[in-house]
């Protein structure tokens, strides 16, 4: 069984960023700009924008995290995001969701110019990505491809199991999956919430991929020998430790891992990989 490290190669992949940083301000350019834009005070959101501001210092980004309060009018939401398209010294930036309710995101995502839509949620870029042509493809599915291609995991022919059609990985990544590429080239099965007999299908999976956030879902008698398992779950799980949380996936990895020939580990696996290729995303929107 090979672990898929996330963290080591998301420090890997973030080197290179440094590396191509330094390249371009001894060119005596200015650095790549990444904006996060937040709304509200959600524990969980906060604690993810930190890491990608943080991530940004790393490899020498400017970056700018912009709080608005809970209350902001999907109006005044708007005017923000107008000033973030037209702000060249920006590349790119993000709109962290969810955005309280009283906002229609989908609203907000297409006012997101695209050529700065580093999160690929643009429908301009969701198609693109669908239809194999160069675009910002979403941080956590392009997470999922990297570490595939990076440890040489076979995915072509393959029957790949994706649980959960969200718009931001299961759906994403199922067509990924699929695209005539490499990694790709997979036999794709989108299981969710509707689905009968999941368990017929997870049995035939070569590849499965689980974005649900229920933990412990997929169990070793889910899975067949030589598996490999993609664990995209993040669930805070209260426990006795100082921050009164632990992060848990969606599978048993300690059941699973012993059936599986790769298995990314949670916290550690898809995780950090999402950070790395948000920067990915960025270079190539400054580069472009
Ligand atoms: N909320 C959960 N994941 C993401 C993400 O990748 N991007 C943004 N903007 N919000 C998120």
Redesign the pocket.
Known sequence: MTILDGKKTSNDIKAEIAESVKEITANGSRPPHLAAVIVGDDGASLT?VGSKVRACKKVGFDSTLIKLSENISEQELLLKVKELNENDAIDGY????PLPKHIDSQKILMAVDPDKDV?GFHPTNFGKMALNLPTFI???PYGIMELLDRYNVETSGKHTVVIGRSD?VGRPVSILMSRKSNPGNSTVTLAHSRTRNIKELTLQADIIISALGSPNFVTENMVKDGVVVVDVGITRAKDDSKKGYKIVGDVDYENVSKKSSFITPVPGGVGPM?IAMLLKNTLQAFLK
Do not use: H, R
């Not at 993000?94 to 969701?97: E, N």
């Open positions: 993810y993000i709109v962290q969701l999160d979403s941080a956590t931001i999402t």
